[in-house]
């Protein structure tokens, strides 16, 4: 190959690794945007508008000192002087595509990973497998492996990202539990002093390390002042720290009491905006290298190999060990990227439901399926805690769960219309310690990972605040393991898939634009599916939120609601009638799921009424009140198609054996009357016909008769099987109070109906 289409193909990589650095920063963005917005959206402390312009500002800054953490990226992982160009470019390509490709997968899933991690992993990865192809090609001895690996540095970069997951739990759960000694859930009720004081230290842990020791490693560090004898910023900062967090805490303090005495702020709500604005910052400061760190240092390499005349295979790239300092402009428009994909990127709201769930103080609907390990961890705590608590003494414990006592009063505002996840406390605490640790990480030049840190600490003072209750305990535990599972499955993926890609690309350059296109396809597929995938779920299964405002409003889209539930309700008994008749417990388990499902839609759907409720005095009482009776009816309905699921499941589940054919014929016979039934209903509401309504009642009523006819029957008679009696009763039973529900919905929503139309 002629040295001039060499250079052609290697200024084709580089333009390439520019377009996927653009690309690496929208997914990866999209996918650690949980690790800076959690707190401030779970508190529901100030509006979503506010938080994102905050974050959106501490991402722009925090992209200018990020400059000092590039180094890692060239050197931080392998020792680039022992390979050449060629074999470096392979390396960084190999990172860019596996790196895009596994971060997007994560963000289609809805799953936090760690961007830190899979940068980490796939520098490893590439660099290990290009030089144990130098090692067989040049038969040397596997044991020369280990010079090609920075290894001291490689080490110190992961054994910090796997004990920073044990520190940030434990640091976190530390300053939590003392902060709601200190404050209690009744915060509001404290001297402003104590307040003051919480805020003073709070702000100044933020300032003194995110604004000042944050320089530390940036080309800002090393100005001098010649009022200081010419001495650096470093040197000042690191010479007078004890004065500099005295002065700042006495500041901070002051300011603090002044805002609170004065102007009645809510110092809370400042150290949110605050932590948000500095966790944002140590995530641009700490995280810009994992997306845009290789691209920079292949330029780097390309400029080195056009001056140097020397060909690409010859060239060794010991150029990487020294250091340069990345241009301002490139670091503002990766900032300007950033905070754009912060904007519109619809997969980052996506990403945040995982960490606000683990942590919400209150009762959820768990995520997660509990697993033997989280039993045993629970156990084990349990029995722990319980003698910790004989050793202390009676009154000592009184004071603690006085002080521990959750108040009522979490609605921060009547313009907030559901609870927030946990209070401002808590919301404070995990901005405040995430961003120290991340920072004092990024002054020593240590990528640690922002989502292992901010995950962390979030379940560390969930845990404090007793958010992990006895009945959600075993559920929260296993979903913080699974996630941590998921970042142990990304080094592992990360390593293997980058190792493979630079072995492809090692046995020909040509592999380089074919894996190049097809990484653009993949993206652009997965963003097409996602958006049409996000479509259908929407307009099949999503339960609308209505209108509440008008009754007549909530007369045409509650009827929406109706259609949608009676619709899927059908499938589910014809179902679970085929699946028991068939004796097909796979097609049952399933169909279970999805009736869970249904019903789960339906409760939360009336919750987050109520809420609306509690919190909205201008809302038309009578409009929502008819529409929580709608829903009431419809949770009935889908609760017991949920029994009548289970038991049929049940019954197949303990006995293999078919039902008798008359036991068949007669439940299909029930699937075929409740099909006919619910069809005229669904009808009456397509259609907007509500006079047929008056029929479609007198047609349940006399099935609802032939049912309690059969039940009373089949009682005095008792015919068969016990077993497949009790089930056919069972099944009878509940077939008549989905009757009634049913009923009782036309009844309300023919009384309204007649209402509206006399007025």
């Not at 609907?365 to 910790?388: D, H, I, T």
Request: proline content about 1%; glycine content about 4%.
């Amino acid at each position: 190959m002629k040295e001039l289409s060499l250079e052609n193909l290697y200024l084709f990589f580089v333009l390439a690794l520019g377009f996927l650095a653009i690309a690496d920063l929208i997914v990866g963005v999209s996918n650690d945007a949980v690790n800076f917005l959690s707190s401030a959206i779970g508190s529901k402390a100030v509006s979503f508008k506010k938080i994102m312009i905050i974050a959106s500002f501490g991402i722009a800054l925090g992209a200018i000192f990020s400059s000092g953490m590039m180094e890692v990226a060239r050197k931080g992982i392998f020792n680039p002087e022992l390979y050449y160009f060629d074999e470096i470019m392979i390396i960084f390509l190999a990172v860019m595509i596996t790196d895009i490709l596994l971060l997007d997968f994560f963000n289609t899933l809805g799953l936090p990973t760690s961007t830190t991690v899979s940068i980490v992993f796939e520098l490893l990865g590439a660099a290990v497998s290009i030089a144990a192809y130098k090692i067989w090609e040049n038969s040397q001895s596997i044991n020369e492996l280990i010079n090609y690996i920075n290894y001291s540095k490689a080490t110190q970069i992961i054994l910090g990202i796997i004990l920073s997951v044990f520190i940030a739990f434990t640091i976190g759960a530390i300053v939590q539990w003392v902060s709601r000694f200190i404050l209690s859930f009744d915060f509001k009720r404290n001297s402003n002093i104590i307040s003051s004081i919480f805020g003073g230290i709070a702000i100044t842990s933020i300032t003194y390390f995110i604004l000042i020791k944050g320089i530390k490693g940036t080309s800002y560090s090393e100005i001098t002042f010649g009022y200081f004898q010419n001495r650096t910023i470093n040197n000042i900062i690191e010479s007078n720290a004890a004065q500099i967090i005295l002065y700042l805490t006495i500041i901070w303090s002051s300011i603090s009491y002044f805002l609170i005495e004065v102007y009645k702020t809510n110092i809370y709500k400042i150290i949110i905006l605050i932590g948000t604005f500095a966790l944002a910052l140590a995530f641009a400061g700490n995280d810009l290298v994992n997306f845009i760190g290789v691209p920079i240092a292949a330029w780097q390499s390309y400029e080195a190999w056009t001056i140097s005349g020397i060909p690409a295979d010859q060239l060794s790239m010991g150029i990487l060990s020294s250091k340069v300092e990345t241009p301002n402009l490139i670091l503002f428009i990766a900032g300007a990227v950033m905070v754009i994909t912060l904007w519109f990127s619809s997969r980052a709201k996506n990403v945040l439901k995982t960490s606000i769930d683990l942590s919400d103080q209150s009762e959820i609907k768990e995520k997660f399926k509990a697993n033997r390990l989280a039993k045993f961890l629970v156990v084990f705590v349990v029995r722990l805690n319980s003698g910790v608590q004989k050793i202390i003494p009676v009154k000592i414990r009184e004071i603690i769960e006085n002080r521990f006592a959750p108040s009522n009063q979490l609605l921060l505002s009547n313009t907030i219309i559901e609870k927030p996840a946990f209070d401002i406390v808590r919301a404070s605490v995990n901005l405040i310690v995430a961003s120290i640790l991340i920072s004092i990480a990024t002054s020593y030049k240590l990528p640690l990972s922002t989502t292992y840190v901010t995950f962390m600490v979030a379940m560390g003072t969930s845990l404090s605040d007793r958010a992990w209750g006895s009945e959600s305990a075993i559920f929260r535990v296993s979903g913080v393991l699974n996630v941590i599972g998921g970042w142990f499955i990304t080094a592992i993926v990360a390593f293997s898939a980058a190792a493979l890609v630079a072995l492809l690309m090692e046995t020909s350059l040509y592999f380089m634009p074919i894996l190049f296109l097809f990484t653009c396809f993949l993206l652009y597929r997965n963003y097409l599916r996602y958006n049409k995938d996000a479509k259908k779920i929407k307009s099949e299964n999503q339960i609308l939120e209505i209108e509440k405002n008008t009754l007549d409003g909530v007369i045409k889209e509650s009827s929406k609601n109706i259609e949608n539930v009676l619709n899927r309700s059908i499938k589910v008994f014809t179902y679970t009638t085929e699946g028991v008749s068939k004796n097909d417990i796979k097609s049952l388990k399933k169909n279970t799921s999805q009736v869970t499902k249904l019903s789960d839609e339906v409760n939360e759907l009336q919750e987050n009424i109520f809420n609306y409720l509690k919190s909205n005095k201008k809302a038309n009482k009578k409009a929502t009140e008819f529409y929580l009776i709608i829903l009431e009816k419809l949770t009935q309905i889908t609760k017991k198609l949920r029994k009548i699921s289970k038991i049929t499941l049940k019954h197949v589940d303990e006995d293999r054996r078919k039902l008798p054919l008359s036991n068949i014929k007669f439940l299909l016979g029930i699937d075929l009357n409740f099909k006919r039934l619910f069809e005229d209903v669904i009808n009456i509401f397509i259609n907007k016909d509500f006079r047929k309504i008056e029929d479609v009642l007198l047609g349940i009523i006399q099935a609802k008769d032939r049912i309690e006819n059969q039940i009373k029957r089949y009682k005095e008679e008792n015919q068969g099987s016990k077993r497949y009696d009790k089930l056919q009763l069972e099944i009878l039973t509940l077939c008549s109070e989905i009757l009634t529900a049913l009923k009782e919905l036309l009844e309300s929503y023919y009384s309204i109906k007649s209402e509206t139309e006399l007025k």
